[in-house]
């Protein structure tokens, strides 16, 4: 049972503006009402200048977040485009190896988007991590309630600290265009959602699940967004080895940039160059947001891969699509794309 959540702004520091003073004031109460003490850490409303330009910072509230004993949960606000920057104030004095020795228990972390960083960084030192979720993005959701799915999912990882199985959603839901305080209270449009669609291989396949936003992890192997970003993650070797990826299954999802057919071409094939779909048990894919470009993702990761005997699963409530599923990291996984089902140990 969770007590006390962490609020971290690990990526960017939106929930510190006043545009979404509205979507936050509407979280912290939803919090409240589900019974959780709320701690917001020292640098997470700073704002998006400050913390960008504060990466030691937010490390810091990371650390400090895992070694505070009241904490249960560490919840991160959003995401952004540059969690990579932590990595020299988490590693290279061992802080976050410290910081995670010195608790006096394991925190849920939850997050994604670029969080997808922080799972990796984490992932390094045997962290089990949860993946799907951010406090901006769902908690302050501007319907009446959280959106059903979703909660569904949070409500069992605060109430039980983790997730049995996911199902997929009956709907999914078009983004909102408009997000001032004058659309709180309106519903979003929403379609029927066809479940999990087995593109290729055997229906059911086993493993851990590891992986997390296409965009972020193409970074850790690319310039294009920042010149070191490669430097730093080759330096602390982020990305995990081909032997740690072995066995696993590898969660793909993109992010609100809807990169066109041709840019998730090429961010798929540098997965394939560093020889990740020769080792995994199988792919599962999240829904696009919108379902922009779904069609042609789905021929391409299937192209690229060009292996019929690896499993591929698209269409999983995950990312950045709503509404969303939580996926644990670090926690046996049997896909069963028969029976619509992804059951965790």
Aim: charged content about 25%; hydrophobic content about 40%.
């Amino acid at each position: 049972m969770i007590n006390t959540v962490a609020l971290v702004s690990l990526s960017a520091g939106t929930i510190g503006e006043d545009f979404v003073k509205h979507e936050v004031n509407i979280g912290l109460k939803r919090l409240e009402q589900f019974g959780l003490n709320v701690k917001i850490m020292p640098h997470a409303m700073k704002g998006i200048e400050y913390v960008k330009n504060h990466p030691k910072e937010r490390a810091n509230d990371l650390l400090a977040a895992i070694c505070d004993e009241e904490v249960d949960m560490i919840l991160c606000a959003i995401g952004g485009d540059d969690t990579y920057r932590l990595l020299p104030y988490l590693f290279k004095n061992n802080e976050l190896k410290e910081a995670i020795e010195k608790a006096e228990k394991r925190k849920i972390f939850l997050g994604f988007s670029d969080t997808t960083m922080n799972h990796l960084m984490l992932h390094k030192l045997g962290f089990g991590t949860f993946y799907g979720q951010s406090f901006l993005a769902d908690v302050c959701e501007m319907e009446d309630d959280m959106l059903p799915y979703t909660k569904k999912f949070f409500e069992e990882l605060i109430k039980t600290g983790n997730i049995k199985e996911i199902v997929p959603s009956d709907v999914w839901y078009e983004e909102r265009t408009d997000w001032s305080e004058s659309a709180v209270g309106t519903e979003r449009t929403k379609h029927e959602n066809e479940g999990f669609q087995l593109l290729q291989g055997k229906p059911a396949f086993a493993g851990k699940i590891l992986g997390g936003c296409l965009e972020s992890i193409y970074d850790i192997f690319d310039n294009s967004r920042y010149p070191d970003t490669i430097s730093l993650c080759e330096k602390y070797n982020l990305f995990p080895s081909l032997e740690d990826w072995r066995g696993k299954i590898l969660l793909l999802e993109t992010s609100e940039e809807q990169p066109d057919p041709k840019h998730y071409r090429k961010m798929v094939e540098t997965l394939k160059k560093v020889g990740v779909f020769d080792v995994v048990s199988g792919v599962i894919c999240g829904k696009p947001m919108n379902e922009l470009y779904f069609d042609e993702y789905k021929k391409i990761i299937v192209n690229v891969i060009d292996n019929p005997n690896i499993s591929v699963v698209a269409n999983i409530n995950i990312g950045h699509a709503t509404p969303r599923c939580i996926i644990p990291f670090g926690i046996e996984a049997e896909v069963d794309a028969v029976n619509q089902k992804i059951r965790f140990a």
